[in-house]
Every structure is written in structure tokens, then in C-alpha cells.
């Protein structure tokens, strides 16, 4: 309470433009934080309630609590007539897996080269990562799904994850920067001590950028795991979750409890990616400060 009360009155010393920003944007982040919190809310009360219920108002307040409505999810959800949750949830964690691998991986070697070598043509491979970047991905669809088809990558999970390591994507922009930011010491003083270019990069500079990369595992995480159009056009035969929940919205409609069916595997897709982000969340924000130079 005592901190509350100072911090009451430390607002009344404002003057009466800075109280009317401070109300204003904390208003602002309330609309936020409603925007982004009732839709999960919203769908989260109707994967408790029953079909009847849904049809009725799907507004109001659950009055069942039916919780046995996600053991009916296993049960009735289902594609093409015979793709089950389980294995849309299979789908869903290798693609992903497999494609968080291959893009921070690749990512993190290029930025690397870029940010602490100097060659022939450095100039032109950075200035393609900044055009990339600007790139509509629509525009460049049809190129790469005809590429990959004359690679014979498409529904090919042996030979995708090639694609993936693309290592010239937004990913690779943030790592750059962040190499940028490490000081050259770090790698001078263990070249003095004898290492080598591999062991700089392995032992020095790889752990340096561990909050770096767990920062965008987490959020490209949440990308790849809501991605259906990845399923949808380059691995047909292999649907994800994702892909398999917008399918089954249409089919949803004309079938007994489908309404209820389709609310509880929306909520059931989302646990994974609120429970890495809930748990992953301090490493994102926490700052590291080592210490390693030699004076």
C-alpha cells in the first residue's frame, strides 16, 4: 500500500498536461489489452458450453461447464475423412520443430558472416537481405511453389527443411543487429589465447546471443505453429493443426456438435503456444551482462 500511495503522489505532482497523457495511454493499453484478451475469452467460454447453448447465444455465459466437450474434440475431430486431432497435432509439432531448426540456424550463420566479416560482394548480400525483407510474400509465391515442384520438394518432409534454411529472412535481420552490438574484443582476446575462427563463433559469440535467439524461437514459434498456408500449399498431404482447424470450420456447420467441436480444438491449439511463451517469457526480457574482456 505504501508504494501504492507513492506512486499517487508522485502522479499529483504532474502538471495537468502530463496527468492527461498518462490517463489517456493507460486507457490505450486498457483497449489493447481488451482487444487482444476477449477473443481468447470469447472462444475459451463457448469450448464449455453446449451445442444448444451455442445456437442460442453464443454471447452469453456458459451455464454447463461442460469440460468432457475436449474428450468429444478427440473424438469427433477429424479431416478429409480420417485425419484425427492426433496426428494434425503430430503434423504440427515436426513442421514446426523442423522449421524453427532450419530458419534460426541458417539465420544465425549468415548473420554472423555479415556482421563480423568483410568480403568480395559484402556490400550486395546485405543490401539482398534489406530487399528481401520488402518482398510481398504473395508476390514471390507462385516462383517458389513452382521451384520447389521442379525440386520435387513439395510433400516431401525428407527434403523441405532445405527450403526452410533460407537464412534470409526477418530472423537474420534482428541477428545481425545483434552481432553488430558485441564488441570485437571478446573475439581478439580468445584469438590471442590461440582460438580459433570456429571456436570464437561455437564458445564467444554463439552464447552471447542466447537471449537473442530464444526471443525469436518464441515468437517464430507462434508463427510457424499458426501457419496454415505452409500446410495448405507445400505439404497437402501432411496437414497441420492449423490448416486442420480451417478446414474443419467449414465442415463444422453440418455436422451434430460441430460448433462445440471446432471451439474446443481452437482453445486446445493455443495451450502449446501459451505455455512457451508463459515459461520462456524471463529469459526474453531478462538482460545478461557478461563480463570477459581482458584489461
Known amino acids: 500500500m505504501k508504494i501504492k500511495s507513492e506512486k499517487i503522489k508522485k502522479f499529483l505532482k504532474y502538471s495537468i498536461p502530463a496527468k492527461i497523457f498518462i490517463i489517456l495511454f493507460f486507457l490505450y493499453f486498457l483497449f489493447q489489452l481488451v482487444v487482444h484478451v476477449y477473443p481468447f475469452l470469447f472462444v475459451l467460454n463457448n ?40 496426428e494434425l497435432l503430430f503434423n504440427s509439432v515436426w513442421q514446426t520443430v ?40 504473395l508476390g514471390s509465391g507462385a516462383a517458389a511453389y513452382k521451384l520447389l515442384h521442379a525440386l520435387g520438394m513439395i510433400n516431401n518432409p525428407a527434403w523441405i527443411w532445405f ?48 537471449p537473442a535467439i530464444i526471443a525469436l524461437l518464441v515468437t517464430n514459434f507462434l508463427t510457424m505453429w499458426n501457419n496454415y498456408t505452409t500446410s495448405q500449399i507445400n505439404l497437402s498431404k501432411f496437414p497441420n493443426l492449423a490448416y486442420g482447424i480451417y478446414i474443419f470450420q467449414r465442415d463444422a456447420l453440418y455436422m451434430e456438435e460441430g460448433d462445440t467441436v471446432f471451439y474446443t480444438a481452437l482453445v486446445a491449439s493455443s495451450i502449446p503456444g501459451l505455455v512457451i511463451y508463459l515459461s520462456m517469457q524471463n529469459l526474453i526480457v531478462k538482460n545478461l551482462s557478461v563480463g570477459g574482456l581482458k584489461g
Not at 55 to 78: E, G, H, I, P
Not at 99 to 117: D, E, G, H, T
Not at 183 to 193: F, G, H, N, T, V
Request: hydrophobic share 45%; glycine share 8%.
Open 163 to 210: 527450403y526452410w534454411c533460407n537464412g534470409f529472412d526477418y530472423s537474420a535481420f534482428i541477428l545481425y543487429g545483434t552481432f553488430k552490438g558485441v564488441s570485437k574484443s571478446y573475439s581478439e582476446s580468445a584469438k590471442l589465447d590461440g582460438a580459433s575462427n570456429v571456436k570464437v563463433f561455437f564458445s564467444i559469440m554463439l552464447p552471447m546471443m542466447f
Open 47 to 86: 469450448s464449455l458450453k453446449t451445442a444448444e447453448e451455442i445456437y442460442q447465444d453464443s454471447m452469453a455465459l456458459t451455464k454447463t461447464w461442460s469440460f468432457s466437450n475436449y474428450l468429444v474434440m478427440f473424438q469427433k475431430f477429424q479431416v478429409r475423412g480420417g485425419i484425427y486431432f492426433e
Open 98 to 137: 523442423l522449421w524453427l531448426l532450419s530458419n534460426i540456424a541458417s539465420s544465425v550463420l549468415v548473420a554472423y558472416i555479415l556482421a563480423k566479416y568483410r568480403f568480395p560482394g559484402h556490400g550486395l548480400v546485405y543490401g539482398i537481405l534489406i530487399f528481401i525483407q520488402t518482398i510481398p510474400i
